[in-house]
């Protein structure tokens, strides 16, 4: 099965390009890790919560965004 198009990246930042090509790199099987694939995953993490929060920032989740104190979840010390 043969697919083709084009994307188009004018809109998107330098970062989000980079993002790009490694995925492709990595869809095609040439991408070989980095000292900045750390950095990268971060990166996608980022990208994901991004696109989540678009779902997630409404009134109707919003009694969510104070979880701790609605379930009564103490802060963990050593993540501070």
Do not use: C
């Not at 993002?19 to 869809?27: D, M, T």
């Not at 980095?34 to 009134?59: I, Q, V, Y």
Request: hydrophobic share 35%.
């Amino acid at each position: 099965m043969s697919v083709s198009g084009t994307i188009h990246v004018d809109d998107l930042t330098d970062e989000e390009v980079s993002l790009v090509k490694g995925f492709v790199q990595l869809l095609r099987g040439r991408h070989s890790p980095s000292a900045s694939d750390a950095d990268r995953e971060g990166d996608w993490g980022h990208l994901a919560a991004a696109s989540f929060a678009e779902g997630w920032d409404n009134d109707q989740d919003a009694t969510y965004d104070n979880w701790r104190d609605r379930y009564a979840v103490p802060v963990r010390q050593d993540a501070i």
